[in-house]
């Protein structure tokens, strides 16, 4: 429910993983292919709001997807230490990016989308399907910024897409971690399931939140889930 309203089921499932014995780049990996399945539960409960924005969320898939391939090989090469140093910064920028997104200016920047900030918020949307593969914690909220600037779909609808892509950047990242045999079924399984269910419940929720106070929850649990991870890594 956190990840459809908030964009944050890490700040729930990654300590879960952790708690529950998981090494930290485990975790990550599981925490990823398990988040699959809120995207599922999410786009069960937003069919009505997607009809007619499919083929726009395609394109927007194809290039979260490239980015996706992109930090799913990186965290299979390079696994380590180096991502939970970097991580809690980006969580913490992420979330003070979204409210500034609020601000008239911006607003006005992305109802009037020019060829030079469609070009930009593709290339944030790469670099997010690369967050995506990497680590994915949070990565909902900088798609949850950079879609405005793409398409003209009301706040509910975007999230829904938000959702959808996120959970198309896990299952590209869940294939490559079959691959190098990385997944760990014990854990990843029970927490889709949970996942499945919130991801559904969560996006029903939605409906009846204003975007502003979604912008502001989303900002709260960043400062709480940058925070548990500096902790973590630090």
Not at 34 to 46: H, N, V
Not at 94 to 104: A, E, K, Q, V, W
Request: aromatic share 12%; proline share 3%; net charge positive.
């Amino acid at each position: 429910m956190v990840s459809a309203i908030a964009s944050m089921a890490s700040l729930v499932s990654y300590p879960a993983l952790l708690i529950a014995g998981a090494a930290p780049v485990i975790a990550n990996i599981t925490n990823t292919s398990a988040l699959i399945f809120t995207g599922i539960g999410s786009t069960l409960s937003s069919l009505k709001e997607m009809k007619g924005h499919w083929k726009e969320l395609a394109k927007y898939a194809v290039v979260m997807g490239i980015g996706a391939v992109v930090g799913s090989l990186l965290l299979v090469i390079f696994p380590g230490k180096i991502f939970e140093k970097i991580v809690p910064f980006l969580v913490l920028l992420s979330g003070g990016m979204l409210i500034i997104s609020g601000n008239p200016k911006l607003t006005a920047l992305a109802q009037n989308k020019t060829s030079k900030t469609k070009f930009f918020a593709y290339i944030g949307m790469i670099f997010c399907g690369i967050y995506t593969g990497y680590f994915g914690a949070a990565a909902g909220v900088i798609n949850l910024i950079i879609l405005p600037y793409l398409s003209d779909a009301k706040f509910i609808t975007i999230n829904a897409m938000k959702n959808i892509l996120g959970s198309l950047g896990n299952l590209i990242a869940l294939c490559i971690f079959i691959s190098g045999g990385k997944v760990k079924w014990s854990f990843t399984i029970p927490l889709a399931i949970g996942l499945f269910i919130g991801g559904y419940l969560g996006q029903k929720t939605i409906k009846y939140l204003s975007a502003k106070l979604v912008r502001w929850i989303t900002a709260f649990f960043s400062v709480i889930l940058a925070g548990y991870l500096l902790y973590s890594a630090f």
